[in-house]
């Protein structure tokens, strides 16, 4: 039987806070986040969910917070915070640790500094950091550097399921032997002005300038679109096995992974949200459970009409009459792309700790011939130990994870 998997550290750097405690209060207020953002004024979009209270060069040194871009930043300080939570180190980590990030893209706001300079015709002017600065796989390489992690190093692309898909891979590398212990989890920062333009161009943002605490709603019937936001979540995996022998706290298992592809549509959801079925089917049985065994689902929950609608429909078609608790942790936080997978994966891992579900934020009443069982309003006790977490992305990506409580795993 494969080796269970343990998560047993966790470091986030959110719109909520910088700490799974004030991450977890922000969730169960049910608030939004999202405010006006100076960095987008004159766009069509001049509001986000940001990061608060962030000092890349107080929490990294000034020489390394210079030469990086802000998604590594919040790679680099989540990794540390999570590798702390763990129990981890001091010291380099060697060559069993991996490091998996997800990262849709990058900030883009380097890029669009240096293509200035190129566009200006002024070659010489563009820095010869501008790749290694900006490119996503450097979120991993930076993070190895940092902490002397020598084992297998990489970044996953699947949009906005890169953040779910590296913690799938992760696993597999601890159960094949691999590696001992990974880091892994998702980095990234939608607010750059041209990330936000590109987005404002697909209409795929809430246009709500007036009240943009009430934008990100959802599966609401007054839904209009998402709001970007930005941060990291890094989780310290490792089988339970090992994480036992060294007595370290195991905060849940890690039981299912299930991904695949819509091939349907390179932006839009398969409207009856087959995909997303079949992928949620799939972590189901990787984990060994039944749609009753789910207590609590944190849904993709982008706030668009289409997604919200097509993941409602998955959801009613996996669970049926066993309808789990619902929650969308982006109606509070906002959609931080590459890195929202990881965000969420950790907030159900601490929903799990907690018993609670948490509420989603500007939920009113939803439309559409497939109903979920929306928390809203105030957290809801959990019954069950067993939750999903739904990541979906353009080009039809599906990554889907499945966390239990220890008390919930088998042997290890």
């Known amino acids: 039987m494969p080796a269970e998997v343990a998560v047993t550290g966790i470091g986030l750097v959110t719109p909520a806070g910088h700490t799974p405690q004030e ?18 004024a004159g766009l069509p979009v001049d509001f986000s969910c940001a990061v608060t209270g962030f000092d890349a060069a107080a929490e990294l040194g000034r020489p390394l917070a210079r030469r990086v871009d802000r998604f590594i930043q919040f790679a680099l300080v989540a990794a540390r915070r999570a590798v702390t939570d763990a129990g981890l180190g001091p010291g380099p980590l060697g060559e069993r640790v991996g490091v998996v990030l997800g990262v849709g893209s990058n900030c883009l706001s380097t890029y669009v500094t240096e293509f200035g300079h190129l566009g200006a015709g002024r070659p010489e002017r563009v820095s010869p950091l501008a790749l290694p600065r900006s490119v996503p796989s450097m979120a991993a390489g930076e993070v190895a550097v940092d902490l002397g992690a020598q ?43 041209m990330a936000v333009t590109c987005f404002s161009r697909m209409r795929a943002l809430s246009r709500r300038r007036d009240a943009p605490e009430l934008a990100s709603r959802p599966f609401d019937a007054r839904r209009d679109g998402l709001v970007l936001g930005e941060g990291a979540a890094v989780l310290v995996l490792e089988r339970t096995a090992d994480a036992r022998a060294r007595r370290a706290r195991v905060l849940a298992l890690l039981r299912g992974y299930g991904a695949g592809s819509d091939a349907h549509h390179p932006v839009a959801p398969h409207p009856r949200g087959e995909g997303a079925a079949r992928a949620i089917r799939a972590a189901l049985r990787d984990a060994d459970c039944a749609p009753r065994d789910i207590a609590h689902v944190n849904a993709h929950g982008t706030s668009t009409p289409l997604s919200d609608a097509a993941e409602a429909a998955a959801l009613t078609r996996v669970f049926g009459s066993h309808a789990p608790a619902v929650t969308a942790s982006k109606g509070v936080v906002g959609h931080a792309l590459g890195a929202a997978g990881a965000i969420q994966a950790a907030y159900t891992v601490l929903a799990l700790r907690r018993g609670l579900v948490p509420p989603v934020a500007n939920f009113e009443g939803q439309d559409g011939d497939h109903k979920v069982d929306i928390v809203a309003g105030r957290p809801r006790p959990a019954a069950g130990g067993a939750a999903v977490s739904c990541s979906f992305g353009f080009g039809g990506q599906n990554a889907v994870l499945v966390f239990s409580t220890v008390e919930q795993g088998g042997e290890g």
């Open 151 to 193: 084992g297998p190093n990489f970044t996953t692309a699947s949009a906005c399921a890169s953040g779910a898909t590296a913690l799938g891979v992760a696993r597999d590398l601890l159960r094949s032997g691999t590696c001992d212990v990974v880091l892994a989890g998702g980095s990234e920062s939608g607010r750059s002005r």
């Open 23 to 40: 991450n977890w209060d922000a969730l169960c207020r049910g608030r939004s986040l999202a405010r006006s953002d100076p960095e987008l």
